[in-house]
């Protein structure tokens, strides 16, 4: 268990539609990485935020968005869904902003029928 | 950009034996760190190994070893004595040091191992 949470585990919806995954880092961890796991494009960084703050974006959609809130837990806010976005999403958590170590929560599976 | 080739896709030894998963990357950074991380069946991905480029010396966790070439861009993981429990998914990922930790991390596309009983 690497103290990382995530809710919730499954996630089935229909196109078009709008859903919410939440992560709970690791107590004191002020780091928090969202990552999509797809058959197609593997393992893919999506965004990072510190304490709050966005701090970087990698291949995030549009149509996605996270934030992070003061208790510092994390919402990755997915909208217009397509069949495409059916993936694993691992958020991910490390403790400072120099930290390299992160520690990987159990992943929502998001499925788009 | 970054980017990380594992060029096994899949790769099956006999339990007790020694097994060695490959990696490449590319980078124009002088600074930064590698990682292998194993996927079991659950799904979770676990922290194997670190390195730092900057660290001559290889890494090494337990039954886990490392050898880094540097200049070839190699980052090769070494399970000595194989058990059944590592039977996984494992991914060779990389973060640039200069950006704080900031960019995430970027990853192959794994090597499933098999151990056989």
């Known amino acids: 268990d690497s103290g990382v949470t995530q809710t919730p585990k499954h996630l089935i919806t229909a196109t078009g539609q709008r859903v919410t995954l939440r992560c709970s880092p690791r107590s004191g961890d002020l780091s928090v990485y969202w990552y999509q796991q797809s058959l197609d494009q593997g393992l893919q960084f999506l965004i990072h935020y510190y304490n709050g703050e966005e701090r970087a974006k990698g291949n995030i959609l549009e149509r996605f968005s996270a934030q992070q809130f003061p208790d510092l837990h994390s919402e990755l806010n997915l909208s217009s869904l397509e069949l495409g976005d059916s993936a694993l999403y691992f958020c991910?958590?490390?403790?400072?902003?120099?930290?390299?170590?992160?520690?990987f929560g159990p992943g929502t599976r998001l499925t788009v029928t | 950009a970054q980017t990380v080739t594992q060029s096994q896709p899949e790769m099956s030894v006999q339990e007790a034996e020694t097994v060695t998963l490959s990696c490449t990357y590319d980078t124009s950074e002088n600074n930064y760190y590698l990682f292998w991380y194993k996927q079991p069946p659950s799904r979770q991905m676990i922290l194997v190994i670190r390195?730092?480029?900057?660290?001559?010396q290889n890494a090494t966790e337990n039954r886990f070893s490392v050898n880094f070439q540097k200049a070839a861009k190699s980052f090769s993981l070494k399970i000595s004595d194989s058990q059944l429990g590592d039977t996984a998914m494992y991914f060779c990922a990389f973060m640039r040091r200069s950006g704080g930790g900031a960019d995430g991390l970027t990853f192959g596309k794994g090597t499933h191992l098999i151990i056989q009983p």
């Open positions: 991910a958590s490390s403790v400072g902003r120099q930290s390299y170590e992160q520690y």
């Open positions: 390195q730092e480029a900057y660290k001559q």
